[in-house]
């Protein structure tokens, strides 16, 4: 069975910082990329990074570019989003996911294939 368990959600003040931890079973690094999408309320989920199966490339999407960095520990089986420098804009629900493809597209990328999911958790960012 494949799970994602996300954790580290919260509230933070503007220009805070928050790191996102997501522990998966079911799969291994090497047969999916792994990353964070979110959705902000009356928003459209957006990709916000993602860390490549087969070349460990790295996805930014272009407003988190510099602020979050990706990055996982094999071992633990943990994939981590660290977000400084936090923002009103980046309010929004935080979905670890899965999948066996990703491309960019615009300003962000997409997952395609057979993916996976998880429950998602909260950051809201006060100003």
């Known amino acids: 069975e494949v799970t994602l368990v996300e954790s580290g959600g919260g509230l933070v003040q503007v220009g805070g910082s928050l790191r996102l931890s997501c522990v998966v079973s079911g799969f291994t690094f090497d047969d999916y990329n792994i990353g964070w999408f979110r959705q902000a309320p009356g928003k459209e989920r957006e990709g916000v990074s993602c860390i490549g199966s087969s070349d460990g490339r790295l996805y930014y999407e272009d407003s988190v570019r510099g602020r979050f960095t990706i990055f996982r520990d094999i071992a633990k089986n943990t994939v981590y989003l660290q977000m400084n420098s936090l923002k009103p804009e980046d309010t929004a629900v935080y979905y670890c996911?899965?999948?066996?493809?990703?491309?960019?597209?615009?300003?962000?990328?997409?997952?395609?294939?057979?993916?996976?999911w998880g429950k998602g958790t909260l950051v809201t960012v006060s100003s």
């Open positions: 996911a899965a999948a066996t493809g990703v491309v960019e597209s615009g300003s962000s990328f997409y997952y395609y294939g057979e993916d996976y």
